[in-house]
């Protein structure tokens, strides 16, 4: 398809229609009077985000209203009006409280998802009190850049990202925020522009709208990063931090898939079709895989669930290496609601019954009497192998399932917060026949474990 015709198809087919955005509109004005109309310490009131800006896509029906608060305020007394107000807001409506880096009040209203956000009204991006109080400034910043077509070019990037699930700062997207979009779209002044910059990209890549720092300067001070977009509105920030190598190289590489064959399936995604019970078990007999299932806490905050699961994944991973189980894969999945599992691919699941242990150099006395000295139960050995000391002795652990049930039970004394609730609600080892048995209860399971068995890029195949 040529690509003026499929950009077109896909702005109509995202671009928020006129009674959305009435409706939105409408809304918006509503609870922003409501707060205005009501006694407190507040100062003032705006609508940010991507819906402030037209930059959001249809049928994103969020919206971020900033509740204002004066510099000077104390945070304890700024936190309880942020409530306060949040609640008013709600009154008669489903709400929760939610955390960033202070509390807040998020709900529904009339089919919206409303935030209800508390921020201090500083002068500066860089001189916030709280991690928030940039956004009424990056609000500004993009109402004066983003203007006319640009807005439909922001959806664009927007819906691309989306459709190769690289959309999001959450802990579990790991990705692009929307912010970033619209700053790589003033950057490059378009989405074929962006996309044709973007398959160029190396690793450490800088964007500085308002050149605030040298490109060597910024690669300093944020050396791990994949990505360096300096935030127009505080310099000493990366609004790319969020990004992990693996989606900045699955955005180069579809970036150049794309410009190569240009697809509707890129922006929209394509459907995973389950594999049938048969084809999943053959598939299994090639692998090793074995899981850790664990539950979702109740009422906890899914970001930070995700941060814990990806922590937890790592030190496990270490454990089963340390333990002479080769991982080839791990990945983690999750509903959400209440379940949890990690899945590991291993090099074999059975070990043999003793391991090769190398030590010194014979020359080295010192250390050869402390490594003689150190290892008691030898099977074979001490000889000499290459001028050095070699013993076999007997491993603790030959089946990975012993090993992480052992791990398990460990781990349910020493971790805390919301991974020791995780581990408590039902941890358990699965091996294949219980992963084939989730597989058939749960559709959202199912389709994580036929795209991990897949190993494949999706959009390496439209």
Same mark, same amino acid.
């Given at each position: 398809?040529?690509?003026?015709?499929?950009?077109?198809?896909?702005?109509?087919?995202?671009?928020?229609?006129?009674?959305?955005? &009435?409706?939105?509109?409408?809304?918006?004005?509503?609870?922003?009077?409501?707060?205005? %109309?009501?006694?407190?310490?507040?100062?003032?009131?705006?609508?940010?985000?991507?819906?402030?800006?037209?930059?959001?896509?249809?049928?994103?029906?969020?919206?971020? *209203?900033?509740?204002? !608060?004066?510099?000077? #305020?104390? +945070?304890?007394?700024?936190? &309880?009006?942020?409530?306060?107000?949040?609640?008013?807001?709600?009154?008669?409506?489903?709400?929760?409280?939610?955390?960033?880096?202070?509390?807040?009040?998020?709900?529904? /209203?009339?089919?919206?998802?409303?935030?209800?956000?508390?921020?201090?009204?500083?002068?500066?991006?860089? #001189?916030?009190?709280?991690?928030?109080?940039?956004?009424?400034?990056?609000?500004?910043?993009?109402?004066?850049?983003?203007? =006319?077509?640009?807005?439909?070019?922001? @959806?664009?990037?927007?819906? !691309?990202?989306?459709?190769?699930?690289?959309?999001?700062?959450? %802990?579990?997207?790991?990705?692009?925020?929307?912010?970033?979009?619209?700053?790589?779209? *003033?950057?490059?002044?378009?989405?074929?522009?962006?996309?044709?910059?973007?398959?160029?990209?190396?690793?450490?890549?800088? *964007?500085? $709208?308002?050149?605030?720092?040298? &490109?060597?300067?910024?690669?300093?001070?944020?050396?791990?990063?994949?990505?360096?977009?300096?935030?127009?509105?505080?310099?000493? +920030?990366?609004?790319?931090?969020?990004?992990?190598?693996?989606?900045?190289?699955?955005?180069?590489?579809?970036?150049?898939?794309?410009?190569?064959?240009?697809?509707?399936?890129?922006?929209?995604?394509? &459907?995973?079709?389950?594999?049938?019970?048969?084809?999943?078990?053959?598939?299994?007999?090639?692998?090793?895989?074995?899981?850790?299932?664990?539950? !979702?806490?109740?009422?906890?905050?899914?970001?930070?669930?995700?941060?814990?699961?990806?922590?937890?994944?790592?030190?496990?991973?270490?454990?089963?290496?340390?333990?002479?189980? %080769?991982?080839?894969?791990?990945?983690?999945?999750?509903?959400?609601?209440?379940?949890?599992?990690?899945?590991?691919?291993?090099?074999?699941?059975?070990?043999?019954?003793?391991?090769?242990?190398?030590?010194?150099?014979?020359?080295?006395?010192?250390?050869?009497?402390?490594?003689? =000295?150190?290892?008691?139960?030898? *099977?074979?050995?001490? @000889?000499?192998?290459?001028? +050095?000391?070699? /013993?076999?002795?007997?491993?603790?652990?030959? @089946?990975?399932?012993?090993?992480?049930?052992?791990?398990?039970?460990?781990?349910?004394?020493?971790?805390?917060?919301?991974?020791?609730?995780?581990?408590?609600? =039902?941890?358990?080892?699965?091996?294949?026949?219980?992963?084939?048995?989730?597989?058939?209860?749960?559709?959202?399971?199912?389709?994580?474990?036929? %795209?991990? $068995?897949?190993?494949?890029?999706?959009?390496?195949?439209?």
């Amino acid at each position: 398809m040529h690509n003026k015709k499929l950009i077109e198809d896909v702005i109509k087919k995202i671009t928020p229609g006129k009674q959305e955005r &009435k409706n939105q509109e409408k809304l918006a004005e509503k609870i922003m009077k409501a707060i205005r %109309t009501t006694s407190g310490s507040h100062v003032e009131v705006m609508l940010c985000g991507s819906s402030a800006r037209d930059t959001h896509l249809k049928g994103d029906n969020d919206l971020d *209203i900033f509740v204002l !608060f004066p510099e000077k #305020l104390d +945070r304890e007394e700024f936190e &309880k009006e942020g409530l306060r107000l949040g609640k008013k807001v709600f009154r008669g409506h489903k709400w929760e409280k939610a955390f960033s880096e202070h509390p807040y009040i998020k709900g529904k /209203i009339n089919g919206f998802d409303v935030e209800i956000i508390p921020s201090y009204k500083v002068s500066k991006g860089e #001189l916030k009190q709280s991690a928030v109080d940039r956004s009424p400034f990056h609000n500004k910043y993009l109402l004066k850049k983003l203007t =006319g077509k640009k807005k439909g070019e922001v @959806r664009l990037l927007r819906q !691309f990202l989306k459709g190769i699930k690289c959309y999001g700062a959450d %802990t579990k997207a790991s990705s692009v925020p929307g912010y970033v979009v619209e700053l790589l779209i *003033i950057e490059y002044g378009g989405f074929l522009k962006a996309i044709k910059a973007i398959s160029t990209w190396t690793q450490g890549k800088v *964007i500085d $709208l308002e050149k605030h720092c040298g &490109k060597g300067d910024a690669k300093k001070l944020f050396q791990s990063a994949s990505l360096i977009v300096i935030d127009p509105v505080d310099k000493n +920030r990366n609004v790319a931090a969020a990004l992990s190598l693996n989606q900045f190289s699955r955005i180069v590489a579809a970036s150049r898939a794309f410009l190569k064959k240009p697809s509707k399936k890129f922006f929209f995604g394509k &459907k995973e079709k389950l594999w049938q019970i048969k084809r999943l078990k053959a598939m299994l007999l090639k692998k090793e895989l074995v899981a850790v299932k664990l539950g !979702f806490p109740k009422k906890a905050l899914a970001d930070i669930v995700w941060g814990q699961i990806q922590r937890f994944a790592r030190k496990t991973e270490k454990q089963l290496q340390l333990n002479g189980f %080769t991982v080839l894969r791990s990945e983690a999945w999750t509903d959400e609601k209440k379940a949890i599992v990690i899945v590991f691919e291993v090099e074999s699941r059975l070990l043999q019954k003793s391991t090769v242990k190398q030590g010194p150099f014979v020359t080295d006395e010192k250390n050869s009497l402390a490594f003689l =000295g150190k290892h008691r139960k030898v *099977i074979a050995g001490p @000889r000499i192998e290459q001028g +050095r000391w070699i /013993i076999e002795i007997p491993r603790k652990y030959t @089946r990975i399932e012993k090993f992480l049930q052992d791990f398990l039970k460990k781990e349910k004394r020493v971790e805390k917060g919301e991974l020791k609730k995780a581990i408590n609600k =039902g941890s358990a080892i699965l091996q294949e026949k219980n992963l084939v048995e989730l597989y058939k209860k749960n559709k959202e399971f199912a389709e994580f474990l036929t %795209t991990y $068995l897949k190993g494949e890029e999706e959009f390496l195949r439209y």
